[in-house]
């Protein structure tokens, strides 16, 4: 049985008569890449901000390493590293600084862990420069360096490539992988770049106005990611129609104007080319697509907001 790492039980946050968070329940277990998905405003951060101590929920309560009294769990956040919502740095100081005042702050003796971190984040080069002089991406990197001083066990992170560019973002990936497989660190990252976080999650949990909607593992996910026809012309209505006559259980939606994704009868796409054209329906485009992380989170959500 695999080793729970955080459990949280009907956690509720309200202002007034809003929930940020309606009776959260997950589980985290060892080792695993959780990638928490959510529109805008969905309680992603809310529910980070609680499980790191930034925030007291209304309701419900959680365990961590298996400890459940607030007293346990006060000793056990020191194995959480976390970034959340902008890092949390101080800019007239360097890099090296920074690092140096987390070490000191949390009590990890080991002396050269910055100059460690620094090399693994890529800033060895700008350790003495002012971090108000950083880019956004530089203080991303600074910031994931600063959740991994304690060599955490669990690690919590809020949108972590935001500001990176591609290179960047590939290499944090390397990064953070590398973590969970030789330090054994379980990580709960939240991205609104859903296709980087099919790249690195071993499963995932969505949210949807302060709920839980679903829960799935990666495998679980490509089941779920319907293969289907992509279809593109200009002549939409027509070619609906033509593919309704023909196919009384068609299955489909309509992407845009000219855009429409036949998800039933994807064994018979020769078939459908050819009747289409023998209609008349002129394509921009006719391919066999597989839906990606992103337009399933829109599926369950009925396309409200950015994830």
Partial sequence: ???????????????????????????????????????????KTTLMRVLTGLLYPTSGAFSLFGKNEPSDILKM??????????????PEYSAYRNLELQRILIGNPDKEICDKLLEMVGLTEVKDKKVRKFSMGMKQRLSIAMALV?????????????????????EL???LKRLNEEN??????????????????TDY????????????????LDEKCRQYIKIKTSGLPKCITVIENAYHDAEYTVIDDETLHLFSHTDRAESI???LMENHIVMKEFSVAEQSLEEYFLGITGGDGNA
């Fill in 273 to 275: 080319a050819k009747l």
């Fill in 205 to 220: 949990y969505i949210i949807h106005k302060g709920k839980i909607i679903e829960s799935l593992t990666h495998d679980e």
């Fill in 77 to 90: 956040r020191r194995h959480i590293g976390s970034t959340i919502e902008a890092p949390a740095l101080y």
């Fill in 150 to 170: 304690g060599k955490p066990r669990l690690l919590i992170l809020d949108e972590p490539i935001n500001g990176l560019d591609p290179k960047n973002i590939s």
């Fill in 1 to 43: 049985m695999e080793n729970i790492i955080l459990q949280t039980y009907g956690i509720s946050v309200k202002y007034g008569n809003f929930s940020a968070l309606d009776d959260v329940s997950i589980c985290l277990k060892n080792k695993h890449i959780y990638g928490f998905i959510g529109a805008n405003g969905a309680g």
């Fill in 184 to 201: 054994d660190v379980t990580m709960f990252i939240s991205s609104h770049i859903l296709n980087e976080l099919y790249l690195l999650a």
């Fill in 173 to 175: 990936r390397t990064l």
